[in-house]
């Protein structure tokens, strides 16, 4: 079926709103939205900016009705808001003037990803040699590409100096000796080392990475990081130009920024001290927090550039050191709230005490409610329902009862098989952790932009998986 294309102000009861404010990932609604069955009257500003109500409870992005991407494309599918992916980088861009900023792929990659972010000056942020052959072969300048891993294997250290990444992070001290080992004589590969500054801070337990005690980086307590500057710095083929720390996504204050940029700014002076050298770089990864639900916190990315750039000057001034180049590396906070799934209700089940939506994805496609108890704000689209709303459970298709999308919800009392469920804020670290549980299939992901939708990744067909399988 061909889809509707929309013009981007259109007849509908919303009027559309002015072009974002440029430096706000958070713009605040332009009119007051529709009344909606799922929450209150802010509920749209966790949407792409471009979002607009329609007849019938249908909503449009970047000029597209979901109901007709979910009819052209089938569900569930994976939507992406190409404008909203373009003004996130530009907001970055504008807030941290004088930063490099780095894209982080793990949020989400494919091609065209890729090419906006390239386009729009950014740089990336990789962790294997397929999120580096992705990006280079589909253009990216490899130079403008930093390379993460806290187990960095063979083939991607092969890849990364064969295609000339720009920057090598390194994370544990046995990477070293091999890193080295593998430039070729006549020529030295800037690397940053990543330092644990024993600072804990992130949305759940299993994503804080700035204390002790867990698997990456080298810390700044124990010494460990201390030790491997020396043995980097003797190392002729390995360039140390900085250093890089990474506190854990999903972070909503500033506060924990501050303190790093003053941790790392203490080892800069001590590194200065201790070898006579004045690192260039500092790098603050990324872990910028985005809202899930409507009301809830997110960072404010230009209050983070403000404050930080303010604390690394003072920092840097009260130890007598010049400015390191500053990078950040934000992941979720570009793609998270650019991205949008659908899904259709297969079945309703009500239990004793439960009202189950069961939807045609699940735990294959979004693992983080049942990771990290994440909580989301489904809502029906395209179908206006005068029924009350009830809390419900929506749920996935795959074989464990822990496969739950969304928990707490309200959808109309009347919601029913058929009906089609759109989930905001599903941009990030879903389809790049998906997985192949029951053979479902990964679903594909669409761009919209100015009225037009395109297929980016086609889904995953029952054929490509059954091809994978070579048989007895
Ligand atoms: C080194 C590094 N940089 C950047 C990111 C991106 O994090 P986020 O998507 O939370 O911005 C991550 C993931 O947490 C990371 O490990
Ligand atoms: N995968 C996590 C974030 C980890 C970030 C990667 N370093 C999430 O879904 O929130």
Same mark, same amino acid.
């Given at each position: 079926?061909?889809?509707?294309?929309?013009?981007?102000?259109?007849?509908?009861?919303?009027?559309?709103?002015?072009?974002?404010?440029?430096?706000?990932?958070?713009?605040?609604?332009?009119?007051?939205?529709?009344?909606?069955?799922?929450?209150?009257?802010?509920?749209?500003?966790?949407?792409?900016?471009?979002?607009?109500?329609?007849?019938?409870?249908?909503?449009?992005?970047?000029?597209?009705?979901?109901?007709?991407?979910?009819?052209?494309?089938?569900?569930?599918?994976?939507?992406?808001?190409?404008?909203?992916?373009?003004?996130?980088?530009?907001?970055?861009?504008?807030?941290?003037?004088?930063?490099?900023?780095?894209?982080?792929?793990?949020?989400?990659?494919?091609?065209?990803?890729?090419?906006?972010?390239?386009?729009?000056?950014?740089?990336?942020?990789?962790?294997?040699?397929?999120?580096?052959?992705?990006?280079?072969?589909?253009?990216?300048?490899?130079?403008?590409?930093?390379?993460?891993?806290?187990?960095?294997?063979?083939?991607?250290?092969?890849?990364?100096?064969?295609?000339?990444?720009?920057?090598?992070?390194?994370?544990?001290?046995?990477?070293? #000796?091999? !890193? *080295?080992?593998?430039?070729? %004589?006549?020529?030295?590969?800037?690397?940053?080392?990543? /330092?644990? @500054? &024993?600072? $804990?801070?992130?949305?759940?337990?299993?994503?804080?990475?700035?204390?002790?005690?867990?698997?990456?980086?080298?810390?700044?307590?124990?010494?460990?990081?201390?030790?491997?500057?020396?043995?980097?710095?003797?190392?002729?083929?390995?360039?140390?130009?900085?250093?890089?720390?990474?506190?854990?996504?999903?972070?909503?204050?500033?506060?924990?920024?501050?303190?790093?940029?003053?941790?790392?700014?203490?080892?800069?002076?001590?590194?200065?001290?201790?070898?006579?050298?004045?690192?260039?770089?500092?790098?603050?990864?990324?872990?910028?927090?985005?809202?899930?639900?409507?009301?809830?916190?997110?960072?404010?990315?230009?209050?983070?550039?403000?404050?930080?750039? #303010?604390? !690394? *000057?003072?920092?840097?001034? %009260?130890?007598?050191?010049?400015?390191?180049?500053?990078? /950040?590396? @934000? &992941?979720? $906070?570009?793609?998270?709230?650019?991205?949008?799934?659908?899904?259709?209700?297969?079945?309703?089940?009500?239990?004793?005490?439960?009202?189950?939506?069961?939807?045609?994805?699940?735990?294959?496609?979004?693992?983080?409610?049942?990771?990290?108890?994440?909580?989301?704000?489904?809502?029906?689209?395209?179908?206006?329902?005068?029924?009350?709303?009830?809390?419900?459970?929506?749920?996935?298709?795959?074989?464990?009862?822990?496969?739950?999308?969304?928990?707490?919800?309200?959808?109309?009392?009347?919601?029913?098989?058929?009906?089609?469920?759109?989930?905001?804020?599903?941009?990030?670290?879903?389809?790049?952790?998906?997985?192949?549980?029951?053979?479902?299939?990964?679903?594909?992901?669409?761009?919209?932009?100015?009225?037009?939708?395109?297929?980016?990744?086609?889904?995953?067909?029952?054929?490509?998986?059954?091809?994978?399988?070579?048989?007895?």
């Amino acid at each position: 079926m061909s889809h509707t294309t929309l013009p981007r102000t259109t007849e509908t009861p919303r009027t559309a709103p002015p072009a974002p404010d440029a430096t706000a990932l958070h713009p605040a609604p332009t009119t007051a939205p529709p009344p909606s069955p799922g929450g209150g009257p802010d509920e749209l500003a966790i949407w792409p900016a471009s979002t607009l109500p329609l007849p019938e409870d249908d909503l449009s992005i970047g000029g597209v009705a979901l109901t007709e991407l979910a009819d052209r494309f089938g569900t569930p599918a994976y939507v992406l808001d190409e404008d909203e992916v373009r003004r996130r980088c530009r907001t970055y861009l504008r807030a941290f003037p004088d930063a490099d900023v780095y894209y982080a792929a793990k949020a989400f990659l494919c091609r065209a990803m890729a090419h906006w972010v390239a386009e729009e000056g950014l740089g990336l942020d990789v962790c294997s040699a397929g999120e580096l052959e992705l990006a280079v072969t589909t253009g990216f300048p490899p130079e403008r590409i930093v390379l993460h891993g806290n187990a960095k294997s063979p083939a991607d250290l092969r890849a990364a100096l064969r295609l000339g990444v720009g920057r090598i992070v390194i994370d544990s001290t046995s990477e070293i #000796a091999r !890193l *080295a080992a593998a430039v070729p %004589a006549d020529s030295r590969q800037k690397v940053l080392i990543r /330092v644990v @500054p &024993g600072i $804990a801070a992130g949305g759940h337990a299993k994503i804080r990475t700035g204390t002790d005690d867990q698997k990456f980086g080298l810390s700044l307590t124990d010494g460990s990081a201390q030790h491997a500057i020396t043995r980097v710095l003797g190392q002729p083929r390995l360039e140390l130009v900085g250093l890089h720390c990474h506190l854990g996504s999903q972070i909503t204050a500033v506060k924990p920024y501050l303190s790093a940029v003053r941790r790392l700014v203490g080892l800069l002076a001590r590194v200065r001290e201790q070898h006579g050298v004045t690192l260039p770089e500092l790098d603050l990864g990324g872990g910028h927090g985005v809202a899930y639900l409507p009301g809830e916190p997110a960072l404010d990315v230009v209050g983070l550039a403000t404050k930080v750039r #303010a604390e !690394l *000057a003072g920092s840097c001034a %009260a130890a007598g050191l010049p400015v390191p180049r500053l990078a /950040v590396e @934000p &992941g979720r $906070a570009i793609a998270g709230p650019s991205g949008v799934v659908l899904y259709r209700v297969l079945s309703v089940k009500r239990t004793g005490s439960h009202t189950f939506v069961a939807v045609d994805g699940g735990m294959s496609d979004n693992p983080r409610p049942a990771l990290y108890g994440v909580r989301y704000a489904p809502r029906l689209v395209g179908r206006r329902s005068a029924v009350p709303t009830e809390p419900v459970t929506v749920v996935g298709r795959h074989c464990e009862a822990g496969d739950i999308l969304a928990s707490d919800v309200h959808l109309p009392g009347d919601v029913r098989p058929g009906d089609l469920l759109a989930v905001p804020v599903a941009g990030a670290y879903h389809l790049s952790m998906a997985s192949g549980y029951n053979l479902v299939g990964r679903p594909p992901v669409v761009a919209v932009t100015s009225g037009h939708a395109r297929l980016l990744v086609r889904r995953e067909s029952l054929a490509d998986i059954q091809e994978r399988d070579i048989g007895l």
